[in-house]
């Protein structure tokens, strides 16, 4: 994460400097609140477009980097999109704030603290004094906004996804949505599916799925997707899921064998509106046969959940 890195070079006595998208016009390449943070090794980490903005951040920080927040524009002239090649004509303005010593450490430590206990907070920067942290701004989504005095940056934690069941389906969705840069577990509690998984490179959790969830995968921004093909554990994490705030609830499967998971589920207990949030069958309707296809079908629809939970705030 970029703000590992940052508290990184910053433990280490650098300066450094962060670059956060406040607006866009047109096209871009990448959202607003994206960030990229630079040390003053030349050291960096994140985006904020391309590629084709990011040598002159470096540049510019490099040579001379503010004391203080300043913005800075990109695409407003002919020049500029030219030189920097910007997409369709578009316009990005960007927030570059300075870090440095044991108080921009300290900030730093407790947003990284913050996110890593599922806690949303709201980030505000003054163009002149010091950034805080509000931890009362209980936000769904992420946005910015400046007021005129300050820039407001609405921040949640990661979105992470425990898949239930070993398989072929399974090692596609981790793959795919780690690169999707969701936070994965793969859970198998059953002996011979773990004892013949091959994929050294994902490891697997093997305790039941509905203590994971309840410990660890219960809240808003988490997704729940039962892969297993098998009732013994598919419904037991889809039954904790379904009782907890997950965002996402999906079950792998055929129409009918989708509609006898919510005959059994209701038979333990769970009421309509409950039985509405899960969806089975999982995924977009491209329609995927192969289990590459059907992972692509599943991350397609975690990554538009995703943007809808983000855009779910009122704006600040």
């Known amino acids: 994460m970029v703000i590992d890195k940052m508290s990184g070079w910053l433990g280490a006595g650098q300066r450094v400097w962060l670059c ?37 951040l470096l540049r510019r920080t490099a040579k001379d980097g503010p004391d203080q927040p300043v913005f800075v524009d990109y695409g407003i002239t002919d020049d500029d999109r030219d030189q920097f090649q910007l997409p369709c004509g578009g316009r990005i303005r960007l927030l570059v704030e300075p870090f440095q ?16 206990n599922r806690e ?31 820039l407001l940056h609405a921040l949640q934690p990661e979105c992470r996804l425990l898949l239930i069941g070993a398989g072929e389906v399974a090692r596609y969705v981790f793959e795919f949505a780690t690169a999707a840069d969701f936070a994965v577990t793969l ?21 039941l799925p509905d203590d994971l969830i309840s410990t660890q995968f219960g809240d808003a921004w988490s997704g729940v997707l039962a892969l297993a093909h098998d009732p013994r554990i598919d419904d037991m994490g889809l039954l904790a899921a379904l009782h907890s705030e997950a965002f996402y609830i999906g079950a792998m499967g055929s129409r009918k064998t989708s509609e006898a998971r919510r005959e059994r589920l209701a038979s333990l207990g769970l009421d309509k509106a409950a039985l509405e949030r899960l969806r089975a069958p999982i995924g977009v309707d491209i329609p995927s046969k192969t289990p590459a296809e059907i992972a692509v079908s599943v991350v397609a629809d975690l990554i538009a959940s995703r943007h809808r939970l983000r855009g779910a705030a009122s704006s600040l």
């Open 187 to 207: 859970c198998e509690p059953r002996e011979a599916f773990a004892a013949g998984w091959s994929f050294d490179q994902i490891p697997l959790d093997r305790r």
């Open 20 to 56: 956060t998208i406040v607006e866009t016009w047109g096209s871009s390449p990448r959202p607003v609140g994206s960030w990229l943070a630079i040390a003053e090794s030349g050291h960096w980490s994140g985006s904020v477009s391309g590629g084709c903005l990011e040598e002159d």
């Open 120 to 150: 949303p907070v709201v980030r505000r920067v003054p163009l002149k004094g010091t950034a805080t942290l509000d931890h009362s701004e209980s936000r769904a989504g992420n946005s910015v906004r400046f007021d005129g005095n300050q």
């Open 101 to 116: 010593g044991q108080p921009g450490l300290d900030h730093i430590q407790s947003l990284a603290g913050a996110l890593r």
